[in-house]
């Protein structure tokens, strides 16, 4: 159920459609859009409690089908916490949930450029998402291990940069 490639990404997004539908709803409960820098200094919430049912049952639905997940949505950044108070609320899946991080980080000037080319949004405007969206996980991936990756390295050599977050994993 991954997003569709479009003309803009033909490779495809890899990104759960039904992750990024609910992340989107949840930001526009909040009055914040994807392409806006925001500062969240406090975990956002639903306003209501289908979004929180959701997100729970799409959850158990994923881990069930794949316990090994893996969620890519930039949106991540800003609703991190969000999606673990999710899973903390199913304890036996919790319990059986071995959550592990994997931050890939672009350098800000491609990340700009891809927006400039996609949104039509400036260089400065892209950079200062990077910025807004980098600061977000910063601040909910403390004090957690987190394992990096750096994004053009994945890209040139996919195989050896998975081997190495394997062989971490362990």
């Given at each position: 159920?991954?997003?569709?490639?479009?003309?803009?990404?033909?490779?495809?997004?890899?990104?759960?459609?039904?992750v990024?539908?609910?992340d989107?709803?949840?930001?526009?409960?909040?009055?914040?859009?994807?392409?806006?820098?925001?500062?969240?200094?406090?975990?956002?919430?639903?306003?209501?409690?289908?979004?929180?049912?959701?997100?729970?049952a799409?959850l158990?639905?994923?881990?069930?089908?794949?316990?090994?997940?893996?969620?890519?949505?930039?949106?991540?950044?800003?609703?991190?916490?969000?999606?673990?108070?999710?899973?903390?609320?199913?304890?036996?899946?919790?319990?059986?949930?071995?959550?592990?991080f994997?931050w890939?980080?672009?350098?800000?000037?491609?990340?700009?450029?891809?927006?400039?080319?996609?949104?039509?949004?400036?260089?400065?405007?892209?950079?200062?998402?990077?910025?807004?969206?980098?600061?977000?996980?910063?601040?909910?991936?403390?004090?957690?291990?987190?394992?990096?990756?750096?994004?053009?390295?994945?890209?040139?050599?996919?195989?050896?940069?998975?081997?190495?977050?394997?062989?971490?994993?362990?």
């Amino acid at each position: 159920e991954l997003l569709p490639a479009r003309v803009d990404n033909p490779e495809g997004f890899f990104e759960d459609a039904r992750v990024v539908d609910l992340d989107t709803r949840l930001l526009e409960q909040q009055r914040i859009l994807w392409y806006q820098p925001v500062d969240v200094a406090e975990p956002v919430r639903a306003r209501d409690e289908q979004l929180n049912d959701e997100a729970r049952a799409l959850l158990i639905k994923r881990l069930d089908e794949h316990p090994d997940w893996v969620v890519k949505d930039p949106r991540f950044c800003l609703l991190l916490p969000f999606w673990l108070e999710r899973l903390a609320e199913q304890p036996d899946l919790a319990a059986s949930t071995d959550v592990q991080f994997i931050w890939v980080l672009r350098h800000p000037d491609d990340v700009a450029a891809s927006l400039a080319r996609r949104d039509s949004f400036s260089m400065e405007h892209g950079r200062q998402l990077w910025l807004a969206y980098n600061l977000a996980i910063l601040r909910h991936l403390q004090g957690r291990q987190v394992w990096l990756v750096d994004y053009d390295q994945l890209l040139a050599q996919p195989l050896d940069s998975t081997a190495r977050l394997a062989g971490g994993f362990g």
